[in-house]
């Protein structure tokens, strides 16, 4: 499967804990992205890397979360000290720049209950 | 203003229904536009692309009015698998795709 992969696809956790996903995007592609969906919203942007530079984060994005793509290739997105508003589901979106529209190609995401 | 906005129905039709669907977005800079489809608990997937000059794949026909800042989607002879939420996305200069809540689609026979 040569798609954007994410781990795990659910997680159920205890307020407080701290989690941690994966974004494997598809390989060509420059742009990752993390995306934040919550019942009957459309998927909301946190952040953003070009390669390994996190070019840009939303003021969604609390000092309890913090990004990382240190290779340029997969991505990992923390929580720490979760709370029952960080329950949803978070989506991965990889872009290939040179592509002429630069469509979104994304994970099947990660489901986080928070308990 | 939210820069994206839809509405988020439901559109409840009959098969073999037209129904179609708009968007308006808030940020006259914005470059690229498109439609996704998303079934319930699934990821978002590309519906299609929305050209200036308009453009049609099948059932699906989508336009997009720069002067008026809004796009549009039309699905003719709709059919029961068409049930889902189509979500408007509006990408600007800073390559950040910008979605709209999506808007629900019933089909029903």
């Known amino acids: 499967d040569t798609g954007v992969s994410q781990d795990p696809r659910h997680k159920i956790t205890k307020r407080g804990q701290n989690v941690t996903f994966r974004c494997d995007p598809i390989?060509?592609?420059?742009?990752l992205y993390w995306y934040r969906q919550t019942l009957g919203q459309g998927p909301e942007f946190l952040t953003y890397?070009?390669?390994?530079?996190?070019?840009?984060k939303s003021r969604l994005l609390s000092d309890r979360f913090s990004a990382e793509r240190p290779k340029g290739s997969f991505s990992t997105l923390e929580i720490q000290r979760t709370e029952q508003g960080d329950s949803a589901m978070y989506l991965c979106?990889?872009?290939?720049?040179?592509?002429?529209?630069?469509?979104?190609?994304f994970g099947q995401g990660t489901r986080l209950t928070v308990v | 203003r939210k820069e994206v906005e839809q509405d988020p129905g439901p559109f409840n039709v009959p098969e073999g229904a037209t129904v179609a669907f708009n968007c308006t977005y808030s940020?006259?800079?914005?470059?690229?536009f498109f439609w996704y489809r998303q079934d319930c608990r699934k990821e978002p997937k590309l519906l299609m692309s929305v050209y200036s000059s308009g453009n049609e794949d099948g059932r699906f026909t989508a336009q997009l009015n720069r002067a008026s800042q809004y796009i549009s989607l039309l699905i003719r002879d709709s059919k029961l698998s068409d049930s889902a939420t189509y979500l408007c996305?509006?990408?600007?200069?800073?390559?950040?795709?910008?979605f709209g809540r999506g808007t629900s689609l019933i089909v029903h026979p």
């Open positions: 979106a990889s872009i290939r720049l040179q592509a002429p529209e630069g469509e979104a190609f």
């Open positions: 940020n006259s800079a914005s470059q690229s």
């Open positions: 390989s060509e592609h420059n742009r």
């Open positions: 996305v509006v990408r600007g200069g800073s390559y950040i795709p910008t």
């Open positions: 890397f070009q390669n390994e530079a996190q070019l840009e």
